[in-house]
């Protein structure tokens, strides 16, 4: 089918590009992106908040960790569900967890202690959910790793009943697309946050600003 070629070719592009940024160039990223999230009104009241440790040249979210601590803010990472297929937990981060690198050489909470129930958070009670992403589009759509974690475990959001967390894709400015294809089961974000600057979907925006899409593009790019 083409559409899965176009994603595998896509993600594979998209993945060397982020490998390419240096230390240097990651570090300031990181800090630029920290800033944003920092300053984001809708993150200014979360308690619990999920993130990820970077791989692969993903943008690095970690500078927040010690920053929202000071307000107060839990933090959770997600873990490779055992049994499940293709599911997350996410298990609090505290000075004491005990990382492992997942099968994907991933550092996360072990799988055994991230087995108590204690703890975790099911996904609906987190305030926010920083995702990690390989490419997005100035419409704020996603395209993740494709294994379909985030989309999984996530998917009670597109019901749009009851509680949610917010969900927030994190990337480098270099990661954006012209246009990406969208998938059924792909879960809205709420905004994409990068070192350049914040996309916003339209179905996101209030109606005075919705109709103005350039803008949006051009605020993503920096
Ligand atoms: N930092 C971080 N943590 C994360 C994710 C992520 O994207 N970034 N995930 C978000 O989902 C989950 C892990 N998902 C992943 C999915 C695929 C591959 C991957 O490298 N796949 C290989 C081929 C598969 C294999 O090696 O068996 C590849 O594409 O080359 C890595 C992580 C949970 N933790
Ligand atoms: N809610 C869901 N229920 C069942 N299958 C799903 C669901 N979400 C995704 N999938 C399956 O997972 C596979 C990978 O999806 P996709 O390529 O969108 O992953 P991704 O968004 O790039 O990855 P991730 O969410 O892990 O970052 C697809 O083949 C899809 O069929």
């Known amino acids: 089918m083409p559409f899965d070629a176009d994603r595998r070719q896509l993600r594979r592009r998209l993945r060397a590009r982020r490998r390419s940024l240096g230390a240097q160039a990651q570090r300031i990223a990181a800090r630029?992106?920290?800033?944003?999230l920092l300053a984001e009104p809708r993150l200014r009241h979360v308690r619990h908040l999920a993130l990820y440790l970077p791989s692969d040249g993903e943008i690095d979210p970690t500078p927040l960790i010690a920053l929202l601590a000071r307000r107060?803010?839990?933090?959770?990472?997600?873990?490779?569900?055992p049994l499940v297929e293709n599911r997350l937990w996410f298990v609090r981060l505290t000075r004491r967890t005990r990382l492992a690198p997942n099968r994907f050489g991933i550092a996360e909470p072990?799988?055994?202690a991230s087995a108590h129930p204690a703890r975790r958070l099911p996904a609906w009670a987190l305030g926010a959910v920083l995702l990690p992403l390989v490419g997005f589009d100035a419409r704020g759509e996603r395209l993740g790793?494709?294994?379909g974690f985030y989309?999984?475990?996530l998917g009670f959001v597109r019901r749009g009943v009851g509680r949610r967390p917010r969900l927030y894709g994190l990337a480098h400015a270099l990661q954006q697309v012209e246009r990406l294809p969208v998938a059924p089961w792909d879960v809205p974000l709420d905004a994409v946050v990068s070192d350049a600057g914040r996309v916003v979907p339209s179905h996101r925006m209030k109606p005075e600003t919705a109709r103005n899409d350039d803008r949006n593009a051009k605020r993503a790019g920096g």
């Open 32 to 36: 630029r992106l920290a800033r944003r």
């Open 72 to 81: 107060g803010v839990r933090i959770y990472l997600p873990v490779l569900r």
């Open 110 to 112: 072990q799988t055994r």
């Open 145 to 147: 790793m494709g294994g």
């Open 151 to 153: 989309d999984r475990s």
